[in-house]
């Protein structure tokens, strides 16, 4: 009677949630102490480092359920089936053949990164000199747009001024109108071939 009236399923009050295994328990503890260094580890070679690790062999449909129960996906490059571009139809030689990087301020090179965090993921888009390897600039976003690469871009030009090349791939933040509009602003002419490079035209 107390369930009808509170509309509520009789099933559910006798209901109680059973605690997980103890071995189980080590091997979601083992594989959360694993996955910061090694997000891009598929299920095959976390099954070899339980091996390793616990002396555990472990199901790979054992794996997969405790991964997707704690929210651990593997990071990885996807493949394309092509080349997305912006700008398709322009065709730009590559810069960095046969080129000599023997100062700094010659060739930039820009890029994001995935960080994962309790809940998602956040992105690092860092730009460093490829002759110093020096941290030139970097910024933290919590999505994958132009703006926070094109702050990037701004705090290092405002600080070391700008490079003969600018290299980057041709994600979708580095092919926007966005991106290549600051490009034009800044009298920047745009040069790709496999990845894409930037030159910074020589104001007199």
């Known amino acids: 009677m107390q369930c009808k009236l509170l509309v509520v399923n009789r099933s559910g009050l006798y209901y109680e949630e059973r605690p997980e295994r103890e071995d189980n328990v080590k091997i979601c503890d083992f594989m959360n102490e694993m996955y910061p260094e090694l997000p891009f580890y598929g299920i095959r070679k976390i099954k070899a480092e339980l091996q390793k690790g616990l002396g555990m062999t472990v199901n790979r449909k054992r794996i997969c359920r405790l991964r997707r129960q704690f929210g651990l996906k593997t990071v990885y490059a996807k493949r394309k089936t092509g080349i997305a571009s912006a700008h398709p139809h322009i065709k730009y030689p590559y810069l960095l053949r046969d ?39 970097y910024r933290v976003s919590n999505t994958m747009t132009a703006d926070f ?19 980057s791939d041709q994600g979708s933040q ?14 920047i002419e745009g040069l ?13």
């Open 192 to 204: 790709r071939h496999i990845c894409w490079s930037y030159k910074f035209r020589e104001i007199k």
């Open 99 to 137: 080129m000599t990087i023997d100062k700094p301020n010659r060739v930039w090179n820009i890029d994001i990164t995935y960080i994962p965090m309790g809940s998602g993921y956040a992105y690092l888009c860092a730009i460093i000199d490829w002759y110093s390897r020096m941290v030139l600039s």
């Open 149 to 167: 690469c094109v702050e990037t871009l701004d705090r290092a030009i405002r600080q070391f001024g700008r490079p003969s090349v600018l290299n």
């Open 174 to 187: 580095f092919t926007s109108h966005k991106w290549l509009e600051k490009f034009k602003k800044e009298g």
